[in-house]
């Protein structure tokens, strides 16, 4: 991927119980990249939306005006399990996944991605404590059990809530260079883990999921 | 510091322009501990509250109609900067910081604590590449240029923006027990630094901020 001098649209996705450092870890690390790019919030219907830990984000834009959207931040959470029911939310990932340069999910935002089909015929890889959950969304995945993440084409998944910071450096460094990427973890004091296979916590697997 | 059972209230104090991961990190890490923490979003008015990179939380109650506030969390950013200035802040964090059990500022939250005079006579420490900034609001303060997080009896003040993750573990673990912090690190698939003096940042002491 060749630097990209033009200014590019990142779009957060939120819903109701999202995981705040799923979606403020990577919103660290891509906002100081003004004005290369605009972040902007988006939700099926603007206005305050809450966290699963309670803090509200407000959604500047609904699912009917959303601008084109160059990139995509999917954040995971345990509102995941009532979005993956949601019609309006798996259409517009429909809708606006393909059309994006780069879809980038962290957690069990990966699930939604699934369920919509959007994995099919990829890699990906999710939170290691549900990871069956993950599975269940879909059999035409090659799930990666071992990886802080897991970049196919122009979708990249991340493992659990943090492992999105170590993406969205890695992301940084494809699209600006890796000496900006490191200037960013550097100035947010951040020890950034370069290798997407070092996963410290894939002896938690499936730990907290049900059979 | 024995483990506590009563709920304790945790106010976020927001101001335009804050840092979104100095807020975020830490609320992640204790946005979990519910019932036993309530997490409220206090500015001077309620309402949203843009950060630095653009996303706007919001305050759910202003500074008149307050609770008490058992639990401080003072982020940092480059808003910090006009709240030097701002008496309402200065007044609000000089009534409710004596009275609160703890306080915790991450990254230049800890200008504003100095400018108060709440850091004279304690060890306190700050973002490292605008070290100078803090220095500057009080020589009254003994300030530690090399510290991950510094902690001096009910006022614990941490080094720039991804350093709050680890001294809000570290804060969970005196207030909760240690394994209940690591279980929150695990599930976040955070590698917790667990060591106050492992500062790998100190090297960039002053890079950023002008004579």
């Known amino acids: 991927m060749t630097p990209n001098k033009d200014p ?30 605009e972040i902007i919030t988006i939700a099926e219907n603007a206005g305050a939306v809450s966290s699963f830990q309670g803090p ?15 990139l995509i931040l999917l954040p995971g ?17 429909k809708d606006r996944v ?3 340069k780069l879809t980038m999910s962290v957690c069990s935002g990966s699930w939604l991605l699934a369920k919509a089909g959007l994995l099919d015929g990829r890699r990906a890889t999710s939170n290691k404590a549900y990871f ?5 969304q879909s059999d035409q995945v090659e799930w990666i059990e071992e990886a802080r993440w897991v970049e196919d084409g122009s979708i990249f998944t991340s493992s659990g809530v943090s492992a999105g910071m170590d993406m969205y450096l890695a992301v940084i460094a494809s699209l600006f260079g890796e000496n900006k990427a490191m200037d960013i973890a550097n100035t947010a004091e951040y020890v950034w883990s370069q290798n997407p296979d070092n996963d410290p ?6 730990l907290l999921v049900s059979e």
């Open 8 to 37: 590019l649209t990142l779009g957060a996705i939120l819903y109701e119980g999202f995981e705040l450092l799923d979606l403020y870890g990577p919103l660290e690390m891509f906002g100081n990249l003004k004005p290369q790019i």
């Open 56 to 70: 509200q984000t407000v959604a500047e834009i609904d699912f009917q005006n959303c601008p084109h959207l160059d």
């Open 77 to 93: 959470g345990f509102g995941t399990v009532q979005e993956l029911s949601n019609e309006a939310m798996l259409s517009f990932l």
């Open 98 to 100: 393909p059309t994006a």
């Open 132 to 136: 069956k959950m993950a599975t269940q």
């Open 201 to 206: 916590f894939h002896k938690y697997l499936n």
